[in-house]
């Protein structure tokens, strides 16, 4: 294989090539960027894109709209709904890169998958779905739905690999005293905590391992958790990644935390530079256990916009669920709010449980953070509807 850099250095100029070809990108980007590109490390001057610019709908699609054979959008809570476009070779890319990490942790023709991801505009049932059928598996594309139709089906057709939302796994294990044992569980399309990992595993009798991916860059496939459990594998071959400060876009050196930004020029209809992610992680370089040496990218441990300053401390809400969840009778959902009394910033945490957890969580969570918080115990159903949901930080500054 070639040295990535010299490879990734070929893919930027070559995706560039094509923005500027198109004249989709004139607002933003000229030749003169292009002739600045000399090393990797010049991407760094070059601009970011931010989700804004991918409005109206297929306004940035650098292809004739006659080679586009899919879209999906993102739900999107703020904004409009993002459409994204494929062409036939993005969709083969998307499934060889979602592949890869499937691949990676054992699915293959013998697997029996069961895919509760929702299919449709959402990128993660036919992402996912496409790969696991190149790769020989049976997949049943069980979508959402009802809890006990899936359990049913799990029994029944005896899959043994299960797609979905971490969060929506945990409902359903917890929905039954015992569920039907699941030898592995590839988890994507919400950040998660490692305690919570651990409780999916314990449910399911599983292996559970996580996948990165947004639908602005491809939809699940930009980054895979191999067995080893140390970070999840970038796709470097398709996406050049960075890590830069939130506030000032500064690029911040590897194992910093920050916000992930990502060109995905690979893609052939909708290649993006510089677009920033808005979710917080850090890089690391270096093999890992597996053996692979495409760069590491740390768990996502929350959303800049859901990052909060409390006396001069960031948090971020994976930092929060990780804690709460540490402690083992701490199994309902949790809300944080700040509030500033007499100038002084108050962070308190809602946890659901017995009153007698109480001490154990707040120093959990003194723990991680490095501050006093106060932690208030009630009742399980009183914060949310149960399975350890992040329900993040409000803050009423
Ligand atoms: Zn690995």
């Given amino acids: 294989m070639e040295p990535p850099q010299r490879q990734q250095l070929a893919l930027l100029r070559d995706g560039l090539k094509r923005m500027l070809a198109s004249g ?15 090393d990797l490390s010049d991407l760094a001057a070059l601009p970011f894109t ?59 023709s013998d697997s029996v998958v069961h895919s509760a991801l929702g299919y449709g505009l959402f990128t993660g049932g036919l992402g996912f779905h496409a790969a696991a059928e190149s790769l020989g598996a049976t997949v049943v594309p069980a979508s959402t739905g009802r809890s006990s139709r899936h359990l049913r089906l799990i029994e029944a057709l005896s899959a043994d690999v299960l797609f979905a939302t971490p969060s929506y796994a945990l409902h359903l294990a917890e929905s039954v005293s015992a569920p039907p044992q699941i030898r592995l ?33 491809i939809g699940p496939g ?16 398709a996406f050049l990644p960075e890590v830069v400060d939130p506030v000032t876009g500064a690029v911040l050196e590897d194992g910093r935390i920050g916000e992930l930004v990502l060109s995905s020029m690979a893609r052939e209809a909708m290649p993006l530079l510089r677009y920033r992610t808005g979710d917080l992680t850090a890089l690391e370089r270096g093999e890992c256990r597996c053996g692979e040496t495409l760069v590491r990218m740390r768990r996502v441990v929350g959303r800049v ?25 701490a199994r309902g959902d949790w809300q944080a709010v700040v509030e500033r ?51 993040g930080i409000q803050d009423r500054r």
């Avoid at 905590?193 to 639908?215: C, F, H, K």
């Avoid at 300053?309 to 709460?324: C, S």
């Fill in 24 to 38: 989709v990108w004139a607002d933003r980007l000229s030749m003169d960027h292009l002739a600045d590109i000399r």
């Fill in 222 to 237: 930009v980054a895979w958790e191999c067995l080893a459990k140390d970070g999840m594998h970038l796709n470097e071959d």
């Fill in 185 to 217: 569980g590839v988890f994507g399309a919400e950040p998660w905590s490692e305690a919570m990992r651990t409780r999916l595993e314990a449910a399911w009798g599983m292996t559970a391992v996580d996948t990165y991916g947004l639908s602005e860059m």
């Fill in 305 to 329: 916009d859901g990052m909060v300053v409390v006396r001069g401390v960031n948090i971020y809400p994976g930092q929060l669920e990780a804690a709460v969840l540490s402690v083992s009778e």
């Fill in 50 to 108: 931010v989700k804004t610019d991918l409005s109206p709908a297929l306004s940035r699609v650098i292809v004739p709209r006659r080679a586009i054979v899919r879209v999906h959008a993102s739900s999107g809570t703020t904004h409009q709904p993002t459409v994204v476009a494929y062409t036939a070779g993005d969709l083969d890319l998307w499934a060889r890169l979602v592949a890869r990490g499937l691949a990676a942790v054992g699915v293959g």
């Fill in 341 to 391: 009394p007499e100038n002084l910033d108050v962070l308190t945490v809602t946890v659901e449980g017995a009153a007698e957890i109480q001490p154990a969580v707040e120093a959990a969570l003194h723990d991680v953070l490095g501050l006093r918080v106060t932690v208030v115990v009630v009742p399980p159903g009183r914060v949310g509807h149960g399975g350890g949901k992040r329900l």
